[in-house]
């Protein structure tokens, strides 16, 4: 059974940071796909960032140079780091896992960012 626990989120000021954490069990971070979406209130759930196996990452033009998605092998933990935080950034951001055509997801946690 694949689960994914989000951790990390809060409210912060503009121009803060916060580092979300996705643990994962029954998949694993090193040999799937990961990544980090969020979803606003009436808006649809978009990429954020994303991993790949071979540590090739993807970034959504708005955070480019300012998010960063890393991974811990041996924790089976996958991290977003978000500086230099703005409004626009508050959001369910939910981790992600691709495998085998199939997509898993985490219950998502809040990132508030007050201007």
């Known amino acids: 059974q694949v689960q994914l626990v989000e951790s990390g989120g809060g409210l912060v000021q503009s121009g803060g940071s916060l580092r979300l954490s996705c643990a994962a069990s029954?998949?694993?971070?090193?040999?799937?796909?990961m990544g980090w979406y969020r979803q606003a209130p009436g808006k649809e759930r978009e990429l954020v960032a994303s991993?790949?196996?071979?540590?090739?990452?993807n970034y959504a033009d708005s955070v480019k140079g300012r998010f960063t998605i890393s991974r811990d092998n041996a924790q089976n933990t996958v991290y977003l780091q978000m500086n230099s935080l703005k409004p626009e950034d508050t959001a369910v951001y939910y981790c992600?896992?691709?495998?085998?055509?199939?997509?898993?997801w985490g219950q998502g946690t809040q990132v508030t960012v007050s201007s």
């Open positions: 992600n896992a691709y495998r085998w055509n199939l997509n898993y």
């Open positions: 029954g998949i694993s971070s090193s040999s799937n796909r």
């Open positions: 991993i790949s196996s071979g540590l090739i990452t």
